[in-house]
């Protein structure tokens, strides 16, 4: 299972103390908590991607790029790429050419954003979200997998011979998961690729979670990718732990008051009790997502939210520590005790996972 | 839905003190509907009322995070799964109060279609009963319910007067709104609202003289 932490990008005024970073701060915090994430042996880092303030990461595969620079093992992903108001093509080099440089290390989550305006900025409709959704993949889909393509379509002008370069790595197009809260038609669309399906999970009750993986796991089965208990799962998770319970809720009560999307609406105790946001001791975190797999199945990845609402870099890195150190080496073992055989992993690169597989066989990494 | 399953009446009442005129106009409005749903079918009749006031903050929190609180889903579904509303509110500010509309924004927009909907309001004088006209119905149009032609308005006059010589009284129009929301769940074609009897009618259309003059006392 993969475990790791996915960021929105905000650049939010600390409460605590109204200091706000300006976007090079926080685009250099972004970089020192992918490296931390490695540091700490987490699998994955994954950015969102804005197009309008408060919010920094409009050029995603920039980012990744020099993070798979300084990195050897963190997998490289997004949370989420928009597939509706990006053109297909791009979205196919840019990520063929991340993949290279990064060996593989390298997926991706599909996504229609959250932020209505962004479609006529750049010339969509946002009442063709679905439909875009589903066209654009579908050519993202043939431009990987087939060298010279003649593509058709409503949203954008034809293609005739056209091959995007680069090729992707050895001919492996990058593994894509599709992120969505709340719309069956894309826990579909992943079902019918054999891709993953991945829940954001953090702002709404998990019975919803359910009912959406529930869906998706059943469509994976009937389009013929596996049984439903092999389809490939990822939630997310929201959390702030400090050794005692109470330190924990004292430090985070301020950040999540104030916090964007539910800040200013429900208190701390009835967020935390209605959806997966856990706010305790590295225990409480540990039992709170164990507890996901009840309600999900068994899933690949897990990937948490850890910087945002304005929490300083510092807070940020130690959170980091005590997820790395505390917390992910008990879910792994724990997660891995409960799996049954025949649950695969997420799929990587074949060389990520040739890598993986040298490295489990090195005593010194046991 | 086997013939055996309750019938379900569900009021909503936006109003916002205790006592509230609007939620015994909402209270009114159900036991009209429920006494005529009794005489004219053998099913079973529930009647719940969903007082807005006690889900007032669950109401901001899911209009903030996108999700419904416990006790608000409950009220959601229970106002989706009736087989007839009656919609209450105050007037506030020439129109249908925020806590009333702020509810409606949380119902999906196709869980009302074809649903008979019972308007109805309250305001301390009766020039602003027209808001039933100009900004529920319309409202509820959108939503694609089927709004009953009787809404009614209650001025705080209305709860301790008669009808007079041109209008009916409060009590005849709850009557006939909660006749029409009962022949509305039950299918029946014929309004139960009573038309005027005319000519074609025979004798029916005749008033006997005695009641007419007895109807013209004040009583």
Same mark, same amino acid.
């Given at each position: 299972m993969q475990f790791g932490i996915f960021t929105v990008g905000d650049v939010t005024t600390d409460p605590t103390t109204g200091t706000t970073p300006s976007e090079n701060e926080r685009i250099k915090a972004t970089l020192a908590i992918a490296l931390k994430a490695e540091e700490v042996g987490l699998d994955v880092f994954a950015t969102g991607e804005h197009h309008n303030p408060p919010f920094v990461p409009s050029s995603?595969?920039?980012?990744?790029? +020099?993070?798979?620079?300084?990195?050897e093992k963190l997998i490289l992903s997004t949370s989420t790429t928009l597939i509706t108001?990006?053109? =297909? #093509?791009?979205?196919?080099?840019? +990520?063929?050419?991340?993949?290279?440089?990064?060996?593989?290390?390298?997926?991706?989550?599909?996504?229609?954003?959250?932020?209505? =305006? #962004?479609?006529?900025?750049?010339?969509?409709?946002i009442r063709q979200g679905i439909p875009l959704a589903i066209e654009n993949y579908a050519l993202l889909h043939k431009l990987w997998r087939e060298d010279v393509v003649d593509w058709e379509g409503k949203f954008r002008t034809p293609l005739q011979s056209f091959?995007?370069?680069p090729r992707p790595l050895d001919g492996v197009p990058p593994f894509v998961w599709h992120g969505s809260i709340r719309s069956p038609e894309i826990a579909e669309q992943a079902a019918f690729y054999g891709d993953g399906f991945f829940h954001n999970n953090i702002f709404w009750p998990m019975e919803h979670t359910r009912k959406m993986v529930a869906l998706y796991r059943k469509r994976y089965a009937h389009y013929g990718h596996g049984t439903a208990e092999q389809a490939i799962v990822g939630l997310g998770g929201q959390v702030f732990m400090r050794k005692n319970s109470q330190d924990a809720v004292r430090e985070f009560r301020p950040y999540f008051d104030n916090a964007p999307v539910y800040g200013h609406g429900p208190s701390l105790e009835d967020f935390t009790q209605q959806t997966p946001l856990t706010v305790g001791s590295p225990q409480e975190v540990i039992e709170r997502t164990l507890s996901f797999r009840e309600?999900?199945?068994?899933?690949?990845?897990?990937?948490?939210?850890?910087?945002?609402?304005g929490l300083p870099l510092k807070t940020v890195l130690e959170q980091l520590d005590i997820?790395?150190?505390?917390?992910?080496?008990?879910?792994?073992?724990?997660?891995?005790?409960?799996?049954?055989?025949?649950v695969p992993d997420a799929p990587v690169h074949p060389a990520v996972a040739a890598a993986r597989a040298a490295a489990t066989a090195d005593p010194k990494e046991l | 839905m086997t013939a055996t399953a309750p019938l379900k009446i569900v009021a909503v009442a936006a109003g916002l003190s205790s006592p509230s005129?609007?939620?015994?106009?909402?209270?009114?409005?159900?036991?009209?509907?429920?006494?005529?749903?009794?005489?004219?079918q053998d099913r079973r009749v529930e009647v719940q009322v969903v007082e807005l006031r006690d889900l007032a903050v669950d109401i901001a929190n899911h209009l903030v995070t996108g999700f419904p609180p416990a006790g608000l889903k409950k009220a959601l579904d229970a106002v989706t799964g009736a087989d007839g509303l009656i919609a209450v509110t105050p007037v506030f500010t020439a129109s249908y109060s925020g806590l009333f509309k702020s509810f409606f924004d949380l119902v999906d927009n196709t869980a009302l279609t074809g649903k008979p909907v019972v308007i109805a309001a309250t305001g301390g004088t009766p020039r602003h009963s027209l808001v039933l006209e100009h900004a529920l119905r319309p409202l509820?149009?959108?939503l694609r319910a089927v709004v009953l032609p009787t809404s009614v308005y209650a001025a705080s006059e209305d709860w301790g007067s008669h009808g007079d010589e041109y209008t009916e009284g409060l009590p005849a129009r709850i009557r006939r709104a909660g006749g029409e929301l009962a022949s509305a769940v039950t299918g029946r074609t014929v309004s139960g609202a009573s038309r005027n009897l005319t000519l074609d009618d025979g004798e029916d259309a005749v008033v006997p003289f005695a009641q007419q003059l007895a109807d013209l006392r004040v009583g």
């Open positions: 995603p595969t920039t980012t990744l790029g +020099y993070i798979a620079a300084r990195t108001t990006n053109d =297909p #093509v791009k979205i196919a080099e840019d +990520y063929a050419t991340l993949q290279h440089l990064a060996d593989g290390r390298v997926d991706l989550m599909m996504g229609r954003g959250n932020t209505g =305006p #962004v479609y006529p900025w750049f010339g969509k409709d091959t995007a370069t309600d999900v199945g068994d899933y690949q990845r897990q990937l948490f939210l850890m910087d945002h609402a997820l790395g150190e505390e917390v992910v080496p008990v879910l792994r073992k724990e997660f891995a005790r409960l799996r049954p055989a025949g | 005129s609007t939620r015994l106009l909402a209270d009114r409005l159900a036991e009209a509907a429920r006494e005529q749903l009794a005489d004219g509820f149009a959108y």
